[in-house]
Each structure stands twice: as structure tokens, then as C-alpha cells.
């Protein structure tokens, strides 16, 4: 499943860094597909949504930072655990029990998001 900031959020900004599929955001940021991915244009997401990866989406909060569920890995292919989980000081980052997804469909989409690696 994907990771979710709680409004426990503090907003200190130390997951953003962290999270190689730039899924963070600030809140009341616009966030894209393509930012920090090989996504470009047109594109189908593994769950069948069709989008353009460089227009911008409406932030999913507005006060405090968050994490778009589309993009959330939980680091698969990347590190053993979500690293914005381990470097919150509040522990906000948690499962998102509404995005709940098997450790080879969040692979999938490491792997379309990043298919050079």
C-alpha cells in the first residue's frame, strides 16, 4: 500500500528529499507525474488511468506536505523500507489503508516510472 502523511505533519520537510519517486509535496503545492520520474506526455498509469505526465494536479492537502498515492512505491526498487517513514520525527508517514497494493504491483510501478533503472 502507499504511505500517507498523517495531519500529525509538523510540515519540517525532512521526507521530501527522501523519496526517490519525488511523491512529496509541500502542501498546497501542485505536484506532476513526470516530476522526478521518465514520465513524459501522454501516458497510461499501470492502473489504467490515462494522463499527461507534465500537466499539474490539484494538491491533496493544503496544509500540511503529502504524498500522491499514484506515485508512492514505499521505496520498492529502491531501499528495505519507505524512507520518509524513517526520517519523520513525528512518525505521520504511514500505510494509507485506502491504496493498499501487493509488493509486486507497487514493483510494476517503480518500474514504469523509472524504466531506466
Known sequence: MAIIIT???????ACEPE????AIYEG?????????????????????????????QEPISDEFYYISPDKCTECMGFH?????????PV???V???DHEESEET?????AF?????
Open 91 to 93: 512518525d505521520c508517514c
Open 7 to 13: 495531519d500529525e505533519c509538523i510540515n519540517c520537510g
Open 106 to 110: 507497487l514493483l510494476a510501478k517503480q
Open 80 to 88: 528495505e523500507e519507505p524512507q520518509c517513514a524513517a526520517v519523520c
Open 28 to 56: 498546497a503545492d501542485e505536484w506532476r507525474y513526470a516530476d522526478g520520474t521518465s514520465l513524459e506526455g501522454d501516458v497510461v498509469l499501470p492502473s489504467g488511468k490515462a494522463v499527461n505526465a507534465e500537466e499539474a
Open 95 to 97: 500505510p494509507d489503508e
Open 113 to 117: 516510472m523509472h524504466p531506466e533503472g
Open 19 to 22: 523519496c526517490p519517486n519525488t
